[in-house]
T-cell receptor, first 114, second 116 residues
Framework: DSGVTQTPKHLITATGQRVTLRCSPR?????VYWYQQSLDQGLQFLIQ???????AKGNILERFSAQQFPDLHSELNLSSLELGDSALYFC?????????????FGPGTRLTVL | GENVEQHPSTLSVQEGDSAVIKCTYS??????FPWYKQELGKRPQLIID?????GEKKDQRIAVTLNKTAKHFSLHITETQPEDSAVYFC???????????????FGTGTRLTIIP
């Protein structure tokens, strides 16, 4: 157990809908990262937050947004869902944003868009 | 931006033999290279990492080598065991802005199968 929690574990929804994925980082970690893992594309970095502020952005679609709250938990919002958004979404956390800080991954949320 | 290529995509080795997974990266400024292991249905977990100022690092049966000139790094697993069966991802950390923002770029993964 990495100490990072994610809810829900599974999510099944329809195209056009909106969902929210939640992540709680390890105790003491200030940085949160979101990744998308599709079958054919490996782990894609979406976005990073540090102590409530957006720190780095990857290949995140405009239909997706995220935030980190004062208690350091983070939410990833996915809207106008398409079939291609079906994937495993991982959250990871680290102590800070420093280069050598290990990222600890949560168990993931499996999103299925029908 | 950074591009990480990983080979092979699948690898089967006899139990007890060695396994080698290779990655190349494109951004010469990348300075941190972690390797993650992901068992079926589970989260990625860091197994070893190497910094750009080091050429080799070893941890029991696992070793990683880095060739900065050629921009490639490799994972070596010796005396493989059935529990080594998993998907392995290499990654490279690179700067994506002038403000010190960095991101991890992952390879596409290698599915390693240990044959008993």
């Amino acid at each position: 157990d990495s100490g990072v929690t994610q809810t829900p574990k599974h999510l099944i929804t329809a195209t056009g809908q909106r969902v929210t994925l939640r992540c709680s980082p390890r105790s003491g970690d200030l940085s949160v990262y979101w990744y998308q893992q599709s079958l054919d594309q490996g782990l894609q970095f979406l976005i990073q937050y540090y102590n409530g502020e957006e720190r780095a952005k990857g290949n995140i679609l405009e239909r997706f947004s995220a935030q980190q709250f004062p208690d350091l938990h983070s939410e990833l919002n996915l809207s106008s869902l398409e079939l291609g958004d079906s994937a495993l979404y991982f959250c990871a956390s680290s102590v800070t944003f420093r280069t050598y800080n290990e990222q600890f991954f949560g168990p993931g949320t499996r999103l299925t868009v029908l | 931006g950074e591009n990480v290529e990983q080979h092979p995509s699948t690898l089967s080795v006899q139990e007890g033999d060695s396994a080698v997974i290779k990655c190349t990266y494109s951004d010469s400024a990348s300075n941190y290279f972690p390797w993650y292991k992901q068992e079926l249905g589970k989260r990625p977990q860091l197994i070893i990492d190497i910094r750009s100022n080091v050429g080799e690092k070893k941890d029991q049966r696992i070793a990683v080598t880095l060739n900065k000139t050629a921009k490639h790094f490799s994972l070596h697993i010796t005396e493989t065991q059935p529990e080594d069966s998993a998907v392995y991802f290499c990654a490279a950390k690179s700067q994506i802005s002038n403000f010190g923002n960095e991101k991890l770029t992952f390879g596409t993964g290698t599915r390693l199968t240990i044959i008993p």
